[in-house]
């Protein structure tokens, strides 16, 4: 498929076409003011291209904008999107989905990660045939062994942010007990699942609760993902054929409410290592896995 032009690059121009009508110029004014074409203005603002960091402050002082957040803000944005067109991803863009590779490109500059799930295990947290399962099972397609071994490869990838040497990313994920249930028609491989949660919950950066069945709670909607970069936090709602992505912060403050809800009705980790050994327990009978 063609390159699509990324959200952040959609979100850089459409913050820099509303900075343009805020000083009260036309394309065609911006375009005399800043010493570009206007064509070439239409194209950034449009996000059919991208403005290099370095050609966004000249076009700021051309706007007037004085504001050293908002500077700061689009600056550093312009530059993640430059560093996005070098990441891993770029292999496999001819076969994932345009907004799953936004998903990739904000975790990889994401200093943390909050994630709410209802029926599954994290994609970060994910086993591999754990994920071929689950995978599997959601597809509207029959996929081919090379395709799942396509996704293997690209979750393993992804996976990778959490365990880099240099400022690895943070983990917060809150899991409703539902998901210890669903075995997906495979119990060893939930099983095989748990353990690794288990152990990568022993990670300084890693945090996992359970989510109890019996507690109310505000996120009845479902699951949701904050991602925290340099300057921005993004909302990721995941639906049945497409993505949703929110960073206003009138959108993203009640999903940041809503997590801090969820993490204190959740158990704490211990006594969510003890629901897991507990659930871990019960599908594996005649050998406990619990510590």
């Not at 036309?26 to 991208?50: D, F, H, P, Y």
Request: charged share 25%; proline share 5%.
């Amino acid at each position: 498929m063609p390159d699509e032009p990324s959200l952040r690059q959609r979100w850089l121009g459409t913050r820099l076409e509303a900075l343009r009508r805020e000083a009260g110029f036309s394309l065609q004014e911006a375009s005399r003011t800043a010493q570009r074409s206007t064509a070439s203005l239409s194209r950034i603002e449009n996000g059919v291209v991208a403005l290099p960091a370095r050609d966004v402050r000249p076009l700021l002082d051309a706007y007037g904008v004085e504001d050293r957040d908002v500077r700061e803000t689009l600056i550093a944005v312009a530059g993640e999107v430059e560093a996005e067109r070098r990441g891993w991803w770029v292999e496999h863009s001819d076969t994932l989905s345009p907004s799953y590779l936004d998903l990739l490109r904000l975790e990889a500059t994401a200093s943390e990660v909050r994630t709410y799930e209802t029926s599954v295990i994290p994609g970060l947290l994910q086993h591999e045939d754990y994920a071929r399962r689950a995978v599997a099972l959601t597809s509207s397609t029959e996929l081919s062994e090379e395709a799942l071994e396509r996704f293997i490869a690209v979750r393993r990838q992804r996976q990778r942010i959490l365990h880099r040497e240099e400022e690895p990313t943070a983990l917060h994920a809150v899991i409703h007990e539902a998901a210890l249930h669903q075995t997906l028609d495979a119990p060893e491989v939930l099983a095989e699942q748990l353990v690794l949660l288990r152990e990568l919950m022993s990670r300084p950066l890693i945090t996992v609760q359970v989510l109890p069945l019996s507690v109310p709670h505000p996120a009845l909607a479902g699951a949701f993902t904050l991602v925290e970069t340099h300057r921005l936090t993004w909302v990721h709602v995941e639906l049945q054929t497409s993505d949703v992505y929110l960073e206003a912060p009138q959108s993203v403050g009640p999903y940041i409410d809503c997590f801090k809800a969820l993490s204190e009705r959740a158990l704490s980790p211990t006594e969510s290592v003890k629901a897991i050994n507990a659930r871990l327990d019960a599908l594996t009978p005649t050998g406990s896995t619990a510590e």
